[in-house]
């Protein structure tokens, strides 16, 4: 009797670990509600109660155990992943999820109420699984060329689904454990089963928080990091993300700063609420006339940056011509005749030799423009 207990123990071990994680899930989703993590807690918490039901043997109908047990480890093994999936987009759906459960509650059913075999119900619930798993991580084998943290989600997910495939064949092979439940629960295949799960599935969960951890912290930078205005970096942002092309072409690299002509104006005339409709539109216009390649940003009030990280001042120049003419030639229907203009400065890397030259010299040239009448681009001079 006590065996049996300390053997119940041991087999609540890994349900117990992946509960855990369950409980950080939940935890993760109250705080951030992104859908995959709420669909990962329910996943651990489906699988949990799947193992408690097989090694508590409850239901005591052997029959129904078996679709009890199988039906909750399928929609955790389901929902597993559909939680990663639905991270990246890449989610199978409601029907072809409905349909793979079927499948799989088929299967169980017609292998022991049909023809009864222990051996294929074995085999089709870890082959199954360990398929679905497989090709849940091809799916996202984009992930292999991202972030690290995602590297170490799909290398861990394909690696789990994997050892699905040996670990059933090296400890059941072609004969099925005997000796009624107690001689299932003392197998070889059960307790490496309990052992798998434990270690590669708490290391998927531990991957997959990483992941959650690094979306959080991604999405707070690009917080801080956007101008929520015009959608645009904003001055942090802008030379954060410029920092990295500059070491790369150190003399390759222009800036070009914009200037929004009698802004004030216009707030004044108009109010704060049309001046936002220009600066937004300004700011559209920028970002969808740039180079695909260019980083575009508003440095503050009305002034907008375009960085080149691969031009010439000639390219730089037309390139601030375009957005200038553009720019003029758009309507604003809160301002009814009243055209909008904006004053550009040019300037290179390799003029300047550094980013606080650079902006100086881009600055300077602005102000030029300015000076010199507004609506026009100035890239030579001081």
């Known amino acids: 009797m006590q065996g049996s207990v300390v053997r119940v123990t041991l087999s609540l071990i890994g349900p117990g670990i992946i509960g855990v994680f369950g409980l950080a899930f939940l935890a993760a989703w109250s705080y951030d509600r992104r859908p995959y993590l709420g669909v990962l807690a329910a996943a651990c918490a489906l699988f949990a109660l799947g193992a408690s039901s097989q090694i508590l043997y409850v239901p005591r109908d052997t029959g129904l155990n078996a679709m009890v ?182 003399e390759g690299a222009a800036l070009i700063l914009c200037d929004v002509d009698h802004f004030k104006s216009i707030n004044d005339s108009f109010g704060h609420d049309v001046g936002d409709v220009v600066l937004k539109q300004i700011g559209a216009i920028l970002r969808r006339t740039a180079r695909k390649h260019d980083l575009v940003g508003r440095l503050g009030g009305e002034e907008f940056a375009v960085f080149l990280p691969d031009a010439s ?38 003029e300047a030799g550094d980013w606080t030259a650079l902006y100086k010299m881009a600055d300077s040239r602005l102000y030029r423009a300015k000076a010199e009448g507004r609506d026009r681009t100035v890239h030579r001079g001081a």
């Open 313 to 350: 001042l000639t390219d730089a120049t037309d390139c601030a011509e375009r957005l200038r003419k553009t720019i003029a030639q758009g309507r604003i229907p809160d301002l009814g005749d009243r055209l909008v203009t904006a004053s550009f400065g040019v300037a290179t890397l390799r």
């Open 69 to 250: 047990s199988g039906a909750l480890y399928t929609c955790a093994v389901i929902a597993a992943v559909e939680g990663v999936l639905i991270r990246s987009g890449r989610a199978f759906g409601v029907w072809i999820d409905v349909a793979i459960f079927a499948a799989f509650s088929l299967a169980l059913y017609y292998f022991f109420y049909v023809d009864r075999s222990l051996l294929a119900r074995i085999y089709v619930q870890n082959f199954g699984y360990g398929l679905l798993l497989c090709v849940a991580a091809l799916r996202l084998s984009r992930l292999r060329s991202g972030r690290l943290v995602d590297r170490i989600l799909f290398w861990t997910l394909l690696l789990f689904g994997l050892h699905f495939f040996p670990r059933t064949v090296f400890t059941v092979g072609v004969s099925a454990p005997s000796g009624g439940p107690l001689g299932f629960a003392d197998s070889v295949f059960w307790q490496t089963l309990q052992l798998s799960i434990a270690v590669l599935g708490a290391a998927l969960a531990m991957a997959i928080l990483a992941a959650a951890v690094s979306d959080v912290m991604d999405d707070l930078r690009r917080e801080r990091d956007l101008d929520h205005l015009t959608g645009l970096l904003n001055r942090r942002g802008f030379e954060a993300e410029i920092a990295a092309p500059m070491r790369r072409a150190p």
